[in-house]
């Protein structure tokens, strides 16, 4: 396995992440509050939607980064 391919996977696992989260962002501001067992994650629905949040903005950052990493050629091959 060469540095390259560990970094597209991450980049591949990142963008399915991201499209995964975008997804459980509610219009309306249910978002993950909306799914049954929410209780036992977090403690409320504003905290649910801040953890939310943050992870989507991580998972956005690295996506991002890797992208131009990757299209730069910046990693050895």
Do not use: C
């Not at 963008?15 to 995964?20: C, D, K, L, M, S």
């Amino acid at each position: 396995m060469t540095v390259t391919s560990i970094v597209q996977g991450i980049w591949a696992f990142s963008a399915i992440g991201v499209i995964v989260l975008v997804l459980l962002h509610s219009p309306k501001g249910d978002g993950i509050g909306a799914i049954g067992g929410q209780a036992q994650l977090f403690s409320s629905t504003k905290s649910a939607e801040n953890t939310l949040n943050r992870v989507t903005w991580a998972l956005t950052v690295i996506f991002l980064s890797l992208t131009v990493v990757l299209s730069a050629n910046w990693l050895p091959k």
